[in-house]
């Protein structure tokens, strides 16, 4: 509950480690997570429009039916990503 109360208050998460969490559903519009690592964290139906996920890890993360409108992947890295149209993006 604390988590989703942080991002609701727009706080940035430069470096955050957030592998493995699960953010189902969770509302991410425009935060910062410059650098932070979502190894096999749960983004799946994630509302991450205007995101800044610059340098990011998405390693194994799931971004199912997530909403990507603007996202900033710059640098991202994506390895057995699963995308918002179910493909998987390696790179």
């Known amino acids: 509950m604390l988590i ?24 991410l519009r425009n935060i ?3 650098g932070s690592n979502f190894e ?6 994630a509302d991450l429009e205007g ?3 610059e340098g990011v890890n998405l390693k194994d993360a799931n971004l199912y039916q997530a909403n990507i409108t603007n996202t900033n992947f710059t640098d991202a890295i994506f390895y057995n990503t699963i995308m918002p149209d179910v493909s ?4």
Request: charged letters at 20%; a positive charge; aromatic letters at 18%.
């Open 32 to 34: 910062k997570f410059n």
């Open 4 to 27: 989703y109360q942080a991002f609701r208050q727009k706080a940035d998460f430069y470096e955050a480690n957030l592998a493995g969490v699960d953010l189902n559903g969770f509302y």
């Open 40 to 45: 096999k964290a749960n983004l799946s139906n």
């Open 51 to 53: 995101a800044d996920l």
């Open 88 to 91: 998987i993006r390696n790179h």
